[in-house]
């Protein structure tokens, strides 16, 4: 599903009204569509007194048809103007509607006078700002917002929660809290980058109907990926298929330290259909690794002095190159002149897709031009901190630009990027696209979790789906394990450990 910016957003509504859908219509199927949402959403519950906060532009307009459409279905409906009376002549007219059927109409004051109105509130449905908001919120604002966050009722925002930019996901000191979102025509960067899209609450869309080639000028370069579209990404497995045909994963990493990290990484790829599935460690890990590993095949290594894999290795890791469909290098491995040299050899030699993930990452950060020697494609699975040591940003700049850090380094360095964290970016050389991925939660953020992302990834690799494909379907699967474990269990209980055992009951989902 494309993500647009305000500006491309407002170019596909001047279209619409070239090519016939008047502004005036789109305010009312907006309106009209939103009041369907809320229908349907609270149509089991006795909720059915509605606030309906509008602001002076055309998101207060679409607030006027709301309110319309629910006083004509039996809601008790009070308009509150939030800024006075309109400024925008449509949303004038749409007002005078309201006025028209004898809707109350009131103006927000800070005062016992409304308070009245907050406090009859079942639902409370925020249209003071629309997409064109910008800066902060005046303190009048400010105070409305704390009122309407301080409510029992149910806020469903119209396009954007009030305070926030529909094109940032930093999240002002007072906005609107909803706990539902509408987005209107298309979704914007609010509603899918964190933590912008946790102020979104649900987020629903309104696609409203206009022509196609509406779309078509617009220069859209993020989506989301629905289910059924990731569904797609797999075929269906042959009756008279061998463990041959899914593949055969190699796992390179582990060391005396960190030696679960390898273990993490190969038994992912285990539970989520690779055929075969090898990890190559140093033999000082042995016994921490070969208790644990029983699906996966075993491939000790020298060890160096530090308890990491020798370069030494370099020959039966070589030897295993030609025997597998995709590589992880990186999950524990450790980083010194050994693992840089077998990072190295293994991106310049391997013949088979390279998941470069952890210390595979760091391995290469004073020699990131290397990526340009690979014969094959390469993925790259950072998380900030790590893509600030191979782009040499700052975390915080590259938190606040993620998707320019994306476009930046991908245009820069053949590979595909995973720029993990919350709302991870999935982005390619070969392609404009970048995908933003809507699952996964705070739990997920322990040891061991991106392991296992890069043991998901490098199964779907082996299976024969496209590289590109494997990193978006692995990034939102790896994401719906970890709500999946929350769900069950807790945020502050959410492992690696949990995660192996939920994804093959997740991935039943996409079969």
């Known amino acids: ?22 502004y005036m219509q789109l305010m009312e199927n907006a309106g009209a569509y939103c009041a369907r949402i809320i229908r349907k959403t609270f149509e089991n519950s006795n909720k059915r007194n509605v606030l309906v906060i509008c602001g002076k532009g055309r998101n207060g307009g679409d607030g006027f048809v709301i309110a319309r459409k629910l006083y004509e279905n039996g809601y008790n409906v009070t308009v509150m ?33 409304v308070e009245k109105y907050f406090e009859k ?5 925020d249209c003071i700002f629309g997409i064109g908001f910008k800066g902060e919120p005046n303190d009048n604002c400010k105070m409305l917002f704390t009122r309407i966050n301080k409510s029992p009722a149910t806020v469903v925002s119209v396009d954007i929660p009030s305070g926030l930019e529909g094109d940032d996901n930093e999240i002002s000191n007072i906005c609107v809290s909803a ?18 899209m946790d102020k979104c609450g649900k987020v629903v869309l309104a696609p409203l109907s206009i022509p196609d080639r509406c779309y078509e000028s617009t220069s859209a370069s993020m989506f989301t990926v629905s289910r059924d579209e990731i569904k797609s ?46 990890v190559a460690f140093p033999v000082v890990a042995y016994n921490a690794i070969s208790p644990k590993s029983c699906e996966q095949i075993l491939v000790p290594l020298e060890s160096n002095k530090s308890g990491r894999i020798s370069q030494n290795s370099i020959k039966r890791i070589e030897k295993e ?85 994306v476009n930046d380094f991908t245009k820069g360095h053949k590979c595909i990027l995973v720029l993990k964290g919350a709302s991870t970016l999935v982005g390619s050389t070969e392609y404009d696209d970048v995908y933003v991925n809507t699952s996964g939660n705070p739990g997920m953020a322990t040891g061991g979790s991106g392991d296992v992302l890069a043991g998901i990834i490098a199964s779907f690799v082996a299976q024969g ?20 474990v929350s769900e069950k269990y807790s945020m502050m209980g959410n492992t690696p450990t949990l995660m192996l055992k939920e994804l093959p009951i997740t991935l039943k989902n996409f079969e």
């Open 81 to 113: 103007m939030a800024m006075g009376l309109p400024t925008d002549e449509l949303s004038s007219e749409m007002l005078s509607r309201v006025r028209a059927l004898g809707v109350n109409v009131v103006y927000y004051e800070n005062s016992a006078t």
């Open 321 to 405: 190159l030609k025997k597998c469909s995709c590589v992880v290098v990186g999950c524990g491995l450790g980083v010194d002149d050994d693992t840089k040299a077998v990072t190295e050899y293994i991106i310049e030699n391997s013949e088979v897709p390279v998941i470069l993930d952890a210390d595979g990452i760091n391995s290469i950060k004073d020699n990131i031009d290397i990526l340009e020697n690979a014969k094959v494609p390469v993925i790259l699975t950072p998380h900030p901190k790590e893509m600030s040591r191979i782009n040499g940003i700052e975390v915080s700049e590259i938190q606040s630009n993620r998707l320019k850090v």
């Open 1 to 22: 599903m494309r993500v647009l910016t305000v500006e491309e957003t407002r170019k596909v509504e001047q279209l619409a009204n070239e090519y016939g859908v008047s």
């Open 233 to 278: 990404f797999f075929t269906k497995r042959n009756p008279q298929s061998h463990k041959g045909d899914y593949g055969t994963v190699l796992v390179v990493g582990g060391s005396y330290e960190m030696p679960n990290a390898a273990y993490f990484a190969s038994q992912a790829a285990v539970n989520s259909g690779a055929g075969i599935v090898k």
């Open 121 to 125: 509130a079942h639902i409370i449905v």
């Open 465 to 484: 789906v496209d590289c590109f494909r494997s990193a978006i379907a692995g990034v939102n699967i790896h994401g719906v394990v970890g709500d999946s």
């Open 179 to 196: 706990d539902i979102t509408i987005a209107v025509l298309v979704l914007k960067p609010v509603h899918v980058l964190r933590p912008s």
